[in-house]
């Protein structure tokens, strides 16, 4: 299996630097230490889609981790690159790193870092077209947990399951997975999770004509992710309910909604989410009556 680009460079640039005696151990866990710190920092830097950063921060995890032999981080910078990669559409580049990651992991018998790995390869797959190889991959990586795990990994795959089911139009089973991830997720009061996944179950329910209930389950999606400050999960949820009530001609609504989800994409500089959501708002506001306000929209997409 070929290494992601730079990595075996990478390798070997950190075993010229060693010496071949022990490093002391404040030092291992020092570089220990600081690795968890990039990663929590690519963490949060991904959270807001600044992947360039994100990639920054876990690729220097990734150093800390290798210097100092600690496979268990290597494998969990591994997936986070590879998640980096993903969310580009860098495809190709997310599957080396996620098969890297599960081959440290199932060296070193790491069940928890395989299950990730596993569930991150269903991810890749479902992005390939490949919903039934990503359900495999999905169904491996549950197995690889323990019985009843409620943790924030089961809750993850879960929410990845009902991903993939619902691309295979299993409806019942996908909600059956969202709701299953929510729960997880409410009980150990992890709420940006908890509304990732009531913005997929309120997509099902728009899909089975329910658009009250998907509403209101977006409703529920927002306050959670303003809870928590999350402000791309806020202007995605903004967006959803904006569609909703436009699809209800609710014009005055909708054209709030979007108006709201404007201003934060704005304030995050997502050009691209700004211009996807500029030809809608020129259509509510000539709707409404606003024509200023619609050249407005005009002007910003120029």
């Known amino acids: 299996m070929r290494a ?7 390798a070997a640039a950190v075993l010229a630097a060693c010496s071949t005696a022990p490093k002391p151990r404040t ?16 963490n949060a830097r991904y959270r807001l889609a600044d992947y360039a950063q994100a990639r920054t921060l876990f690729t220097l995890a990734l150093n800390e981790n290798l210097a100092v032999d600690n496979e268990a981080g290597v494998a969990a910078s591994y997936n986070s690159l590879g998640r980096v990669h993903l969310a580009l559409g860098e495809l190709d580049a997310a599957g080396r790193y996620f098969d890297e990651a599960a081959r440290l992991a199932e060296a070193n018998g790491l069940r ?8 991150n390869l269903g991810e890749l797959s479902l992005a ?20 009843g795990d409620t943790g924030e990994e089961a809750a993850v795959i879960e929410h990845n399951l009902g991903a993939v089911l619902k691309r ?5 089973e996908a909600m059956a997975s969202f709701r299953r991830a929510l729960d997880m997720n409410l009980g150990q009061e992890r709420y940006e999770e908890a509304a990732s996944n009531c913005y ?34 806020i202007a995605k949820d903004l967006s959803a309910l904006g569609a909703l009530r436009r699809r209800q001609g609710d014009v005055p609504g909708a054209l709030e909604s979007y108006r709201k989800s404007l201003q934060v994409y704005q304030s995050l500089s997502l050009d691209g989410e700004v211009k996807r959501l500029l030809p809608v708002l020129v259509e509510l506001a000539e709707q409404a009556g606003l024509p200023d306000e619609a050249r407005a929209y005009r002007r910003l997409g120029e």
């Open 4 to 10: 992601a680009p730079g990595l075996m460079l990478l």
């Open 27 to 42: 030092e291992v866990t020092q570089r220990k230490d600081r690795a968890a710190e990039y990663a929590r920092a690519g």
């Open 112 to 119: 928890l870092l395989q299950a990730q790995s596993a569930s």
């Open 128 to 147: 390939r077209g490949q919903a039934q190889r990503a359900e495999r991959y999905l169904r491996d990586a549950l197995a690889l947990l323990p019985s």
């Open 168 to 172: 295979l139009e299993r409806l019942p």
């Open 200 to 233: 997929m179950i309120a997509s099902i329910q728009s899909l089975q004509g329910d658009t009250g209930g998907a509403i209101a389950t977006l409703d529920q999606a927002l306050t959670y992710d303003r809870r928590m400050e999350n402000s791309l999960g």
